[in-house]
């Protein structure tokens, strides 16, 4: 059997590979930035991807308005019928739905992403690149050695990736089940979506301006409802209603819990990545075989930054070439005219 290759070191640490990136995958990418809920009616949240300002634009729950700040043009969006906002940077990228795979709407439709608050969002650095994060999502073999508070909820003795095109869908259950908790998702190339603990969250890996900087960006929703209804029925006992207080209090009971819990496994990948980068730019390592059974997800997509870096530059190079063509055609004729001017003089 053949061996599955990981991509060279120098994919992860090379400028010019992260320029190449940014054409072949980034601006032509769709990117999850979250439930309506994210967004208060008649104000503006900014996103930057790939050096790419967009302005997002609630004008109504059902009506949004995605317009890119160097140019003003309105960029195609996509809200599903449970409220996820999709969208694009670059007038390159493909519809949603030549994108995503049909599977993909089906399993959001199975959830309400609209009935859990906006509670918090994060940014900070990251000294790695952006491709360091996405692996460590993309396998979960370190889970239960990195992080054990996790794993004793979702046991990966059964872990799977299923991939799906430009999506790839993770399991901790051999049954593959459809509960409402335990629900991860990853959005080529960047983007994720977690439901578990209780909460969720979604982060965004937005690379920097150096092959092993990048940006981490975070959103916590939560909600507790059977504490609202818990609150609801003592104020009823009461023969009264709950305030507004009383049960905005209760639906954020148990969100700083959750907030700890979800917020250390994301630094002990964060802290996993930064080592990792770290032995990436020092030659520590150059390449590597993947398991094809264990970290499928890994391959599945490396291969898609693999094939769309390539096939982006061999259109590059070709369309440079055509250029140099081109330009000793025009010389040519412009020898040949001097010439034809010559012998008539």
Request: charged fraction near 25%; aromatic fraction near 12%; charge should be negative.
């Amino acid at each position: 059997m053949n061996s599955i290759r990981t991509l060279p070191a120098s994919w992860f640490t090379n400028q010019n590979i992260l320029d190449i990136e940014k054409r072949a995958v980034l601006l032509k990418g769709w990117y999850l930035l979250g439930p309506t809920v994210r967004f208060a009616k008649e104000t503006e949240v900014d996103y930057e991807f790939a050096g790419v300002v967009i302005h997002v634009h609630k004008v109504s729950e059902d009506e949004f308005q995605i317009t890119r700040q160097s140019d003003g043009i309105v960029m195609p969006h996509y809200q599903t019928p449970t409220g996820l906002i999709f969208t694009t940077i670059d007038t390159s990228a493909p519809s949603f739905e030549e994108y995503f795979p049909p599977t993909l709407l089906p399993l959001l439709n199975a959830h309400d992403f609209r009935r859990l608050p906006h509670r918090r969002k994060l940014s900070y650095p990251g000294r790695f690149n952006w491709k360091t994060m996405v692996d460590g999502y993309q396998e979960c073999l370190h889970c239960q050695y990195t992080h054990r508070e996790f794993s004793v909820l979702y046991p990966p003795t059964f872990y799977a990736v299923q991939n799906d095109g430009n999506i790839s869908r993770h399991f901790a259950d051999e049954r593959y089940t459809e509960a409402k908790d335990g629900l991860f998702l990853y959005f080529f190339p960047i983007c994720t979506l977690n439901l578990y603990g209780g909460g969720m969250s979604s982060f965004r890996v937005c690379p920097g301006e150096k092959a092993g900087e990048t940006r981490m960006e975070f959103d916590y929703y939560y909600l507790n409802q059977k504490a609202i209804n818990a609150v609801k029925a003592e104020a009823e006992s009461e023969g009264r209603e709950a305030t507004a207080e009383e049960v905005e209090k209760a639906g954020l009971d148990g969100f700083e819990e959750y907030f700890r819990f979800v917020r250390r496994v994301a630094m002990e990948d964060f802290e996993l990545c930064e080592v990792a980068q770290s032995n990436l730019e020092r030659g520590v390592y150059c390449q590597g075989v993947l398991n094809g059974a264990k970290e499928g997800g890994v391959k599945h997509y490396q291969g898609l930054v693999r094939e769309r870096v390539l096939r982006q530059f061999k259109e590059e190079q070709n369309a440079e070439e055509r250029g140099h063509e081109d330009q000793a055609i025009q010389a040519d004729r412009g020898t040949a005219g001097r010439v034809e001017v010559a012998s008539h003089a």
